[in-house]
């Protein structure tokens, strides 16, 4: 059993950076492919990126190409999303998965953690 605890989310400027850390206990995280979702109230929770169990393939949705950074030290069972040029859009509940492929469907990932603030003031 996969458990995931997200951290790092806080109140940021716009144009300010972030980044948010999924640590995995249990099971065999450097076998998982790892996904970032994020929700607001009243929306779908949607994509935000994902990345493959080894790192050699990343995937990321198209609003934060160029912005966000996924990656991964499996020695660590952590996943990190490098967040930069933040802006109000970006404000939501960040949660990560994971799952056996870098999907952007929710359906694909088993295990889910708790999720993080993340919060963009203008």
């Known amino acids: 059993q996969v458990q995931l605890v997200e951290s790092g989310g806080r109140l940021v400027q716009v144009g300010g950076s972030l980044r948010l850390s999924c640590e995995s206990s249990?099971?065999?995280?450097?076998?998982?492919?790892v996904g970032w979702f994020r929700q607001v109230p009243g929306k779908e929770r949607e994509f935000v990126a994902a990345i493959s169990w080894s790192g050699g393939m990343r995937y990321y949705e198209d609003s934060v190409k160029g912005r966000f950074t996924i990656s991964r030290d499996n020695a660590k069972s952590t996943v990190y999303l490098q967040m930069n040029s933040l802006k109000p859009e970006d404000t939501a509940v960040y949660y990560c998965?994971?799952?056996?492929?870098?999907?952007?469907?929710?359906?694909?990932?088993?295990?889910w953690g708790q999720g993080t603030q993340v919060t963009i003031s203008s």
């Open positions: 998965a994971a799952g056996r492929s870098h999907s952007y469907l929710r359906g694909d990932y088993n295990y």
């Open positions: 249990g099971g065999t995280f450097s076998t998982y492919a």
